[in-house]
């Protein structure tokens, strides 16, 4: 069964770090580019950062994110990370991760839309706050 799982959420305050893990099973996620997603109460699903397999090596952030968040995979253990530093109240929120339908590579712009993505894990919240 294709799956994958958040974990790492939690409140952090203002400037604090979180490293998020989303574990895949059922399939290997190093064939797939793997989003990143996010919802904020009362606001629409917004994407984050996507990452492409490591043959291919090409991610991207939103603007919002850009150097404060990392994306990386350790593919022995079939799980993808996303490393955020220097988080800020406008960062909280659930964040989900999902695979993409098929390819190995994340498509600008397409990887922002969800609907590039056929299978979600259940989320992780994130709440930054003092």
């Known amino acids: 069964q294709v799956q994958l799982k958040e974990s790492g959420g939690g409140l952090v305050q203002p400037g604090g770090s979180l490293r998020l893990s989303c574990a895949a099973s059922?399939?290997?996620?190093?064939?797939?580019?793997i989003g990143w997603f996010r919802q904020a109460p009362g606001k629409e699903l917004e994407g984050v950062s996507c990452?492409?397999?490591?043959?291919?090596?090409?991610?991207y952030y939103i603007g919002s994110v850009r150097g404060r968040f990392s994306v990386s995979r350790d593919n022995a253990l079939n799980t993808v990370y996303l490393q955020m530093n220097s988080l800020q109240p406008e960062d909280t929120g659930m964040y989900y991760c999902?695979?993409?339908?098929?390819?190995?590579?994340?498509?600008?712009?397409?990887?922002?839309?969800?609907?590039?993505?056929?299978?979600w894990g259940p989320g992780t919240q994130v709440t930054v706050s003092s």
């Open positions: 059922g399939f290997t996620s190093n064939d797939y580019a």
């Open positions: 999902a695979r993409v339908v098929s390819g190995r590579t994340c498509e600008h712009p397409l990887w922002l839309s969800p609907n590039q993505y056929g299978t």
């Open positions: 990452i492409s397999s490591s043959s291919v090596g090409v991610n």
